[in-house]
């Protein structure tokens, strides 16, 4: 893990359970969900048998998301893991999503009032919140476990979310140059590369965000057809060693589209609950993923990957799956500077 953070410690003995003890649990899980350069732009509000997740509006990428898309989306996981952190208590989660339109940045408003048995696959999911890691890089040989393919669209079709798969050479091809293309503009953006370092502190840091070097590989790993991704190290040679040797390119696993059937503040919201219940699925059956949103955050790009779907849908994150051994360390900060009780001020970014 890290020096940081550990992951919450379940509490036992509900009928004992304050809700501050709840509360904490709930926030100390929900913030290992993934979001948009690590910037984890949440924040937990308790009031009583409540708790508001809220939107930080100060760790939203003005220059990669200046409508506030992906930090949605990143909430959207933040809500999947503290509902299921709810469950893993012993609750049921009552959710309201997007609550009150004169506040955009009130995400949802969780409560837990009634008590069920935690499922087997609940249990599951649960254990892989502090386990699942972002995969940069070629995947290995080994394919997905069978039927994992069904069951991760079927997850992303109960939160309103499609997971599109492309299925021949000539497909993952497409979405490889739009990925390539939109790496290629950014890069030549200097106000995006600017925001990047911003986002990709150097080794030795003790910061408690961002991609740390800790989780991405020092030397590219080429996939055929090839998905580049993003330069965190600045030209520096920072990151993790290769777990392989120089040579042909690894295996570029199974590429999949991200989609919702609109396009409103709720569908990023539901793209991000399905994309934390494909993670945290996919890991658990031996599962990892590559994500790229590179190529939805330049509009031009994002239609055309659109127009390539062909059934008006709207893409909201590329993302690769496959097996791999990872030694990837993530951050994250302490539940103490992300949750407040009653109605303090929002904690310091």
Same mark, same amino acid.
């Given at each position: 893990?890290?020096?940081?953070? !550990?992951?919450?410690?379940?509490? !036992?003995?509900?009928?004992?359970?304050?809700?501050?003890? $709840?509360?904490?649990?709930?926030?100390?899980?929900? $913030?290992?969900?993934?979001? &948009?350069?690590?910037?984890?732009?949440?924040?937990?509000? &308790?009031?009583?048998?409540? $708790?508001?997740?809220?939107?930080? +509006? +100060?760790?939203?990428?003005? &220059?990669?998301?200046?409508?506030? +898309?992906?930090?949605?989306?990143?909430?959207?996981?933040?809500?999947?893991?503290?509902?299921?952190?709810? +469950?893993?208590?012993?609750?049921?989660?009552? !959710?309201?999503?997007?609550?009150?339109?004169?506040?955009?940045?009130?995400?949802?408003?969780?409560?837990?009032?009634h008590q069920a048995p935690l499922t087997s696959s609940e249990e599951l999911l649960f254990r892989q919140v502090p386990r699942r890691r972002t995969h940069r890089g070629g995947f290995g040989p080994a394919p997905l476990a069978p039927g994992l393919l069904d069951l991760l669209r079927e997850g992303a079709a109960r939160d309103g979310a499609s997971l599109r798969v492309a299925r021949n050479e000539a497909s993952q091809a497409a979405l490889a140059d739009v990925v390539g293309m939109a790496e290629l503009v950014q890069r030549l953006d200097s106000a995006y590369m600017r925001e990047l370092a911003d986002w990709a502190p150097p080794p030795g840091s003790m910061r408690a965000d961002g991609v740390s070097p800790s989780s991405y590989p020092a030397r590219p790993e080429r996939t055929s057809p090839d998905f580049p991704g993003r330069d965190f190290a600045h030209g520096h040679g920072w990151g993790l060693p290769s777990s392989s040797p120089a040579g042909p390119a690894r295996f570029v696993g199974v590429v999949c589209v991200l989609t919702t059937a609109d396009d409103r503040p709720a569908d990023w919201v539901n793209a991000g609950h399905a994309l934390q219940r494909i993670l945290l699925t996919a890991s658990s059956y031996g599962g990892a993923a590559a994500l790229y949103s590179q190529p939805v955050e330049i509009s031009w790009l994002r239609e055309v990957i659109r127009h390539h779907l062909g059934d008006g849908s709207y893409p909201q994150l590329v993302l690769r799956l496959g097996t791999v051994i990872q030694n990837a360390v993530s951050v994250r900060r302490p539940v103490g500077s992300v949750l407040r009780f009653g109605d303090g001020p929002p904690p310091a970014a």
């Open positions: 893990m890290n020096a940081l953070t !550990s992951p919450a410690k379940r509490p !036992s003995g509900l009928s004992r359970l304050t809700s501050t003890d $709840i509360a904490e649990f709930v926030a100390g899980s929900a $913030i290992w969900a993934p979001s &948009v350069h690590n910037t984890q732009p949440w924040w937990f509000a &308790v009031h009583g048998t409540e $708790i508001a997740l809220r939107a930080d +509006r +100060r760790r939203q990428l003005g &220059v990669a998301d200046p409508g506030g +898309r992906e930090m949605l989306i990143s909430c959207g996981a933040a809500l999947f893991t503290a509902k299921l952190a709810l +469950r893993a208590l012993g609750f049921t989660a009552d !959710s309201l999503v997007l609550p009150d339109p004169a506040d955009p940045l009130l995400v949802a408003c969780l409560r837990w009032r």
